[in-house]
């Protein structure tokens, strides 16, 4: 059974910091890997989908990493702005059937 | 492209009550799922459909949640008898076979208050 953590749990950074979110999973046999922001009362809206044959996507200031051997990706997010501040969730899909497993999600708060 | 659709987007019921949410993917996409969000926690995989043919319920408490996709468009959630524990955010989810593979588009969720 594919399980999904994400590390830190909480984490607040002042304006303008440079900062990494974490996220690992148990099986490598990933099909691909997403990231997510999730605002306070709404949907998961997509970051970056990372293919498994893939080592990196980029987007603006984001830059998403993946390391299938060791079961790790993350999340990079340069020059923090307090709109960056939500909930950031990763989900892997394992095998053929598009099989889902979200991780707990990183809650991020950019200070002024 | 319109995105996915769900409604109603809150909803409170007193517990033993039923209530039924809907969702309407994005137009083309054969898969669709439903997730439970309880409030900080991940997203919770309830039902996945391929079409109109279920292919993971596991999660899904058989006893008092139902889903249904018969004819592989839109969907509906049911929660009959609600309990206070049911209280969530309801996520629909779906995913494409063109465009980029995997990639997983969200709706904003019925939130549900069981008092």
């Known amino acids: 059974k594919q399980e999904v953590t994400q590390i830190p749990a909480a984490l607040s950074v002042p304006e303008g910091e440079n900062l990494v979110l974490n996220c690992s999973f148990t099986d490598s046999a990933i099909y691909n890997l997403q990231w997510f922001r999730q605002d306070p009362g709404k949907g998961l809206t997509s970051l970056l989908l990372i293919q498994s044959s893939q080592r990196e996507q980029t987007s603006g200031r984001l830059n998403a990493s993946l390391d299938k051997s060791s079961g790790r990706s993350t999340l990079y997010i340069a020059a923090s702005q307090p709109g960056d501040s939500a909930t950031y969730l990763c989900?892997?899909?394992?095998?053929?059937?598009?099989?889902?497993?979200f991780g707990t999600g990183t809650q991020l708060k950019v200070e002024l | 492209e319109a995105g996915v659709a769900q409604s109603p987007r809150y909803k409170i019921i007193e517990k033993r009550q039923s209530v039924a949410f809907w969702c309407n993917p994005i137009?083309?996409?054969?898969?669709l799922y439903w997730y439970q969000q309880i409030l900080g926690q991940g997203p919770k995989l309830l039902i996945q459909?391929?079409?109109?043919?279920?292919?993971?319920d596991s999660q899904l408490p058989k006893d008092r949640f139902s889903a249904e996709r018969l004819k592989g468009v839109d969907s509906t959630l049911k929660i009959q008898p609600a309990k206070l524990e049911d209280s969530a955010v309801y996520l629909c989810a779906s995913m494409g076979t063109g465009g980029i593979t995997g990639e997983l588009f969200f709706g904003e969720g019925s939130r549900l208050t069981v008092l």
């Open positions: 137009s083309g996409h054969a898969t």
């Open positions: 989900a892997v899909i394992t095998g053929g059937g598009n099989k889902l497993t």
């Open positions: 459909f391929q079409n109109n043919g279920v292919v993971d």
